[in-house]
């Protein structure tokens, strides 16, 4: 593999725990997934809006949204309102596979899952106190295969705390918190009810197709974006099938709730096969 990215600074011990995958020869599709696995199924990292310890809805149960998308193929898959199974990715993958719909929600999402052997997580929901988490960062993570031959983007989330039952922001929306063609990937996170009316994932990598170095697509579709809603928070990062990669958001400061590091930004997390470490990096901000 080439080039992981992943949205957010909490991803960093995932992707530095996988160099050795990254490494072999994994698909890229296996690597997202595995990768977001492992912050799926740990419960610490709940207070990233994400996974078996994620915050509850507003009727006290959590509801996950995940998908997965392979470029060459352009094959995808999704659920949405997926009750009580933590390793959405998973079985988003598994509609991906197995399914010949690409995407299922809530009570439908929840069977399929169940006749495909996943197992609903029975961790209790702790009560939503003004302590607990109140944002939106989607996870997300783009792979890029050896030469450009293989690209795979992903995202999971427990979804904003609070929502509303059977709520679904952008993360599982195809073209809204995940796209990704032969020549590029994006992921986007933030605030999903406003993120969706914009489809930025596949316009960044309609203009990468276009020509535009990542970086560059990113950008232009970050000042569009804040040139209609100012208030919103949106972050994106992008690959193309070249090696280069790009990101850029409207997060001015963020505070890491695993480390508690205040980024002055949106920080996320670079590895390529050159690296023996991933990296912590700032998106351009756009005020």
């Given at each position: 593999?080439?080039?992981?990215?992943?949205?957010?600074?909490?991803?960093?011990?995932?992707?530095?725990?996988?160099?050795?995958?990254?490494?072999?020869?994994?698909?890229?599709?296996?690597?997202?997934?595995?990768?977001?696995?492992?912050?799926?199924?740990?419960?610490?990292?709940?207070?990233?809006?994400?996974?078996?310890?994620?915050?509850?809805?507003?009727?006290?149960?959590?509801?996950?949204?995940?998908?997965?998308?392979?470029?060459?193929?352009?094959?995808?898959?999704?659920?949405?309102?997926?009750?009580?199974?933590?390793d959405?990715v998973?079985?988003?993958?598994?509609?991906?596979?197995?399914?010949?719909?690409?995407?299922?929600?809530?009570?439908?999402?929840g069977?399929?899952?169940?006749?495909?052997?996943?197992?609903?997580?029975?961790?209790?929901?702790?009560?939503?106190?003004?302590?607990?988490?109140?944002?939106?960062d989607?996870?997300?993570?783009?792979?890029?295969?050896?030469?450009?031959?293989?690209?795979?983007?992903?995202?999971?989330?427990?979804?904003?705390?609070?929502?509303?039952?059977?709520?679904?922001?952008?993360s599982?929306?195809?073209?809204?918190?995940?796209?990704?063609?032969?020549?590029?990937?994006?992921?986007?996170?933030?605030?999903?009810?406003?993120?969706?009316?914009?489809?930025?994932?596949?316009?960044?990598?309609?203009?990468?197709?276009?020509?535009?170095?990542?970086?560059?697509?990113?950008?232009?579709?970050?000042?569009?974006?804040?040139?209609?809603?100012?208030?919103?928070?949106?972050a994106?990062?992008?690959?193309?099938?070249?090696?280069?990669?790009?990101?850029?958001?409207?997060?001015?400061?963020?505070?890491?709730?695993?480390?508690?590091?205040?980024?002055?930004?949106?920080?996320?997390?670079?590895?390529?096969?050159?690296?023996?470490?991933?990296?912590?990096?700032?998106?351009?901000?756009?005020?």
């Amino acid at each position: 593999m080439d080039l992981v990215v992943g949205t957010w600074s909490f991803c960093f011990d995932a992707i530095r725990e996988k160099q050795k995958l990254y490494r072999s020869q994994e698909s890229c599709l296996g690597a997202v997934e595995k990768t977001i696995n492992d912050i799926e199924c740990n419960e610490k990292y709940g207070p990233c809006i994400v996974g078996r310890g994620g915050p509850p809805n507003s009727a006290g149960y959590r509801e996950y949204d995940a998908a997965v998308m392979e470029g060459q193929t352009l094959k995808f898959g999704a659920v949405t309102a997926l009750r009580g199974i933590p390793d959405a990715v998973s079985v988003a993958r598994a509609v991906m596979e197995r399914s010949p719909h690409s995407m299922l929600t809530g009570e439908g999402a929840g069977r399929f899952a169940l006749e495909h052997g996943f197992r609903v997580d029975k961790t209790p929901c702790q009560s939503i106190t003004e302590n607990n988490p109140i944002g939106h960062d989607t996870l997300g993570l783009i792979a890029v295969g050896q030469h450009g031959g293989d690209i795979a983007v992903g995202v999971s989330t427990s979804g904003a705390p609070r929502k509303h039952p059977g709520r679904v922001g952008d993360s599982a929306l195809p073209g809204g918190g995940l796209y990704a063609n032969a020549h590029g990937g994006a992921c986007c996170s933030g605030d999903g009810d406003e993120i969706l009316k914009f489809c930025p994932s596949f316009h960044i990598v309609h203009l990468i197709s276009q020509g535009k170095i990542p970086q560059d697509a990113c950008e232009e579709v970050i000042r569009n974006i804040h040139s209609r809603n100012s208030d919103m928070e949106v972050a994106v990062i992008a690959t193309d099938t070249k090696g280069n990669y790009g990101a850029c958001s409207t997060v001015r400061s963020w505070r890491d709730p695993m480390t508690h590091k205040l980024y002055q930004g949106f920080p996320f997390v670079l590895w390529t096969k050159d690296m023996t470490c991933p990296e912590i990096k700032l998106a351009e901000t756009v005020s």
